[in-house]
C-alpha cells in the first residue's frame, strides 16, 4: 500500500577484507628437568567417595617452554586453572600453550 510505513526486523551485513595474520613466536625449549618448585599446595576431592587430597599448585605464568609437570597437580593462572590428573603430565610448548598429556 501507498505511503505504509515500513518496520526492518532483521539486517545482515556481510564485510571483505584482509585481516592481521597473527606471528606466533616459537621460544627456546628449557631442560624440562627444571620445572619450577610447586607455589603451594590445595586440597582437591578427586572422587565423590573419597576424602580431598593435597595436591601441589604451580603458578602457571612461571612455568617456561619445556617445563613438564606429573599429575596430580593445579595449574594456576590469572583467568582459569588447569588441573592435571594422576598418572597424567603437562607441559609448556614452545608456542606456550599448555598441553595435558592423559594417561589411559
Do not use: C
Request: proline residues 8%; charged residues 20%; hydrophobic residues 40%.
Amino acid at each position: 500500500m501507498a505511503g505504509a510505513d515500513v518496520e526492518i526486523v532483521a539486517l545482515r551485513g556481510l564485510g571483505v577484507g584482509r585481516t592481521v595474520q597473527a606471528v606466533l613466536e616459537q621460544r627456546e625449549l628449557v631442560d624440562p628437568r627444571s620445572t619450577p618448585a610447586p607455589t603451594g599446595e590445595r586440597a582437591v576431592l578427586t572422587d565423590r567417595n573419597e576424602s580431598p587430597v593435597a595436591v601441589p599448585s604451580y603458578r602457571r605464568n612461571e612455568l617456561q617452554p619445556g617445563h613438564r609437570v606429573q599429575g596430580p597437580a593445579l595449574l594456576d593462572d590469572v583467568d582459569t586453572t588447569v588441573w592435571v590428573p594422576a598418572a597424567s603430565f603437562a607441559h609448556i610448548d614452545a608456542y606456550g600453550s599448555t598441553i595435558v598429556e592423559m594417561s589411559a
